[in-house]
């Protein structure tokens, strides 16, 4: 009567689409972009095409086929029946692409059920970068595409921690995680059978681990018959880290330097965020950030819990990049991004580095075109704050960023804490909670699981496992 069954997330970091079926009632637990299974076919010069609708998506596997799910528009363009959708709803973990993105693919009249703060994230990243069809999580433009049309918008369901609600024969309480972007919820899910718990991606060396153990304890106290975990650094040697950490050594080297510094971070991850914005303040530099960045702050700066600041904020500077003419004419701005144009705090490259001691610049590889504008004096500083390279693909761009600074005679500093529970974290944690059945999911490495527990389900992709 109650089962689960995966369609994403197996044997990968990444790509969660879990089907929880219960009764009448059909959840799916994230619905998710597998990076891993596009890039196998997929690469900068081949994409899926747009043109062809979700028919390239299903193809080559990176949705799953199944009826009563998928947006009319894009049922018609394949060729296929159109039909009322089967699934009661999506539960969403968090705003990170790899569970939130194929959203983009399902009907509009299944609701969304997601965190007050990812709904931010969620509107944030809708504003920032022009519509795709692999991201249209909110709201959607019908295929084939036609600029006037209006956008259809998805049913969006907000909570924060402990909000209960109803799903048909299902009751869901969702607890806060730490996790490196904000709005991230496991999932205590009240099933005919008994409870299953979802942790989502968690960690808990992060600043705000309490969050995770709140949502352990909770998934222990209700002794679930099923708990779905990650497992992404299940199999990875502990070493240590902490945002604390990536603070101090940070702090330290920018405190030397009076040349000009560069951060390269993730912007959704809010710990880091200010982790970066306080080493600014702290070193009477103001916190140079991109215009699509700008965006994070606008929609961020909401919730009041995040603590992050608005772009009016007086240690906040926005970058203008040259666009158009290239001679920052007000023409050359245009949509969105014409808000922040008249902003008293919007300063052009020129103005950045005659600066050198007096800003630091949350710019990245992707932006590293501003140095030709800028002109870095030999040793300016960049702090790379994210993982290190772990596929082709980014050794590639490290690569390229090792080019970069060396034609420009930076220097290079790497400090980061990975917004993933480490493994013996995952272990003690999954210890703690029991249950009767394990079902690793996110993760490469699901047997590393069987060092603690015999009750590991080693799961198949559209396998349908009884509860
Ligand atoms: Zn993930
Ligand atoms: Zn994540």
Redesign the pocket.
């Known amino acids: 009567m109650t089962s689960l069954t995966f369609y994403g997330g197996v044997n990968e970091i990444g790509g969660n689409k879990i089907l929880l079926e219960d009764k009448d009632t059909k959840v799916f637990l994230d619905f998710g972009k597998s990076f891993s299974r596009r890039a196998r076919f997929f690469e900068e010069f081949i994409n899926p095409r747009t043109a062809n609708g979700i028919v390239d998506f299903l193809t080559m596997g990176l949705v799953p086929d199944i009826q009563g799910i998928y947006r009319d528009d894009l049922m018609k363009m394949a060729g296929r029946k159109i039909q009322k959708p089967e699934i009661d709803a999506v539960l969403l973990s968090?705003a990170?692409s790899?569970?939130a993105d194929y959203i983009s693919f399902l009907h509009e009249d299944i609701p969304v059920y997601m965190g007050k703060a990812c709904h931010l994230i969620l509107r944030a990243l809708e504003q920032r970068a022009s519509r795709t069809i692999e991201r249209e999580i909110l709201n959607y433009k019908p295929r084939p595409y036609n600029i006037k049309d209006e956008p259809i918008e998805r049913k969006i369901e907000t909570f924060t921690t402990g909000d209960k609600f109803k799903i048909g024969s299902l009751e869901v309480e969702p607890i806060h995680v730490d996790?490196?972007?904000p709005g991230a919820y496991g999932f205590i899910i009240y099933t005919s059978e008994g409870p299953i718990a979802y942790t989502g991606?968690i960690r808990l060396h992060g600043t705000k681990s309490q969050m995770t153990r709140d949502f352990i304890e909770k998934a222990k106290e209700v002794k679930p018959i099923a708990l779905i975990t990650e497992g992404t650094r299940i199999a990875e040697e502990a070493r240590e880290e902490s945002e604390e950490l990536v603070y101090k050594e940070s702090a330290k080297v920018a405190s030397e330097t009076d040349n000009l510094i560069f951060a390269d971070f993730n912007f959704k991850d809010v710990d880091r965020l200010g982790t970066f914005f306080t080493i600014a303040k702290e070193n009477d530099r103001k916190f140079v950030v991109k215009i699509n960045d700008a965006y994070f702050l606008k929609y961020l700066s909401q919730d009041k819990h995040l603590d992050v600041p608005n772009i009016d904020d007086e240690n906040i500077i926005i970058y203008l990049p040259k666009r158009g003419s290239g001679a920052y004419q007000d023409s050359d701005y245009k949509g969105n991004d014409k808000e922040f144009l008249d902003l008293h705090n919007t300063w052009t490259a020129e103005q950045i580095a005659a600066r050198p001691d007096k800003v630091l610049c949350a710019i990245g590889f992707y932006s590293f075109t501003a140095l030709i504008d800028m002109k870095p004096k030999s040793g300016a500083l960049y702090i790379h704050s994210a993982s290190e390279p772990y596929n082709e693909e980014q050794e590639l761009s490290q690569d390229r960023i090792d080019a970069w600074l060396d034609h420009f005679s930076m220097n290079k500093f790497q400090s980061h804490c990975s917004?993933h529970a480490r493994g013996k974290d995952l272990l003690e944690a999954v210890s703690k909670i029991g249950g009767k059945m394990l079902f690793p999911v996110h993760t490469e490495h699901p047997k590393a699981y069987e060092a603690i527990t015999q009750k590991i389900t080693l799961i198949e992709e559209g396998v349908k496992y009884h509860l």
């Open positions: 968090h990170h790899d569970h996790h490196s972007v991606d917004g």
